[in-house]
């Protein structure tokens, strides 16, 4: 070999080296970037009981709701908090929570007799407004259009039919129209893992995600639930454990569903979906979260947060791509719509509040 071809071989290989070396060093400042974009702070527990219900009215607001009848609430951002255990209740695991503002809220708890309770004094005293004493009553999910138009989600009865709750007067009264919503298949039900298994859209979008079948759906209505379409989705299902835990949308067209199976929280396959045709398909993850994920949230401009038992995942591009940046596990996360601040609840009263930088 000449002088001349081997110093340009060499520069070329050179040039190889420092490309590979630019670009693996690109990649790690992405990295780095992402994962400081988002900062989590943990705060000090305030029960030790396990929560899953969680709401952000605002960036002083937040109600949360757990097991043995407790409620917690903050009025000032995180700097103090509000133990409100429902009296006579103390046997029940309050699996989800809505609120207006800091004296007005609801909830409901897994399991039978189920009860849909509300408050308008802070938390101070609570209403039975519906009370299922059935033997298959579970009740997963509540959420309102506005603060008149409101829905609860609820597992099938014996002859298959879903409970789907609605009240047209402000919670204070509430009609069973399952049977608007197609039957269930096998071992189909809801997840009340987050009270995030149903969410809603202005004017009149409502979608409800399932598991524990053959096939994992997306229940899908445009007309409050009058009318409802079905289609199957490609996240992991199967088993009783495995299919859809949480899903939500920026707007009428874009949302995101994560789930997996919860006996295995490492299992990173198959645990998230996209759409960007209101839900009528979905497509999996090109690159999913690093496990099981029981609730998502939506952020702002194609961002979303995704939180489980093995830790926090965040995505920049509406659901495509997921990157972890934290091994904290929590249960629920719920941020302050199109803002910065949000909070993430868990096992024994492990409580964070996170920044969008």
């Known amino acids: 070999m000449s002088f001349f071809k081997k110093t340009l071989f060499l520069l070329k290989y050179k040039q190889k080296i420092m490309q590979k070396y630019l670009l693996a060093l690109l990649l790690f400042l992405s990295a780095v970037t992402f994962s400081q974009e988002l900062e989590v702070i943990l705060q000090n527990p305030v029960s030790e009981n396990n929560f899953r219900g969680l709401w952000v009215v605002d960036e002083n607001v937040v109600w949360a709701s757990g097991t043995k009848g407790t409620i917690i609430k903050t009025t000032n951002g995180g700097k103090s908090w509000q133990n409100l255990p429902i009296k006579g209740f103390e046997d029940k695991d309050f699996r989800d929570i809505v609120a207006f503002d800091e004296k007005r ?18 938390g101070n005293n609570w209403q039975i407004v519906y009370q299922d004493t059935s033997k298959n009553a579970f009740l997963n999910d509540i959420g309102f259009f506005g603060e008149k138009i409101g829905f609860v989600f609820g597992d099938p009865d014996n002859e298959a039919n879903f409970t789907l709750l609605k009240s047209e007067d402000g919670g204070n009264t509430w009609t069973n129209i399952g049977k608007n919503l197609p039957k269930a298949q096998k071992n189909e039900a809801g997840f009340a893992a987050s009270g995030t298994i149903m969410r809603f859209r202005e004017p009149s979008h409502i979608w409800i995600g399932t598991g524990g079948g053959e096939k994992a759906r997306i229940l899908l209505s445009t007309d409050l639930g009058n009318t409802w379409q079905s289609v199957e989705v490609p996240i992991l299902s199967g088993k009783a454990s495995q299919g859809i835990f949480s899903v939500v949308f920026q707007d009428l067209k874009n949302g995101v569903a994560v789930g997996g199976d919860y006996t295995q929280p490492n299992f990173s396959e198959k645990t998230a979906i996209y759409t960007s045709d209101g839900g009528k398909s979905w ?44 091994t904290e596990g929590f249960h629920t996360v719920r941020f302050i719509r199109e803002g910065n601040i949000g909070w993430a609840i868990g096992n024994k009263g492990k409580l964070a509040k996170i920044i969008l930088k």
């Open 105 to 122: 809220a609801f909830v409901i708890n897994a399991g039978s007799p189920a009860y849909i309770l509300k408050t308008t004094d802070g």
């Open 283 to 326: 497509k999996i993850a090109k690159i999913p979260p690093k496990g099981y994920r029981s609730c998502v949230s939506y952020i702002r401009k194609k961002t979303y947060i995704a939180v489980g038992s093995n830790g926090i995942d965040f995505s920049k591009d509406g659901g495509k791509k997921w990157k972890n940046i934290s």
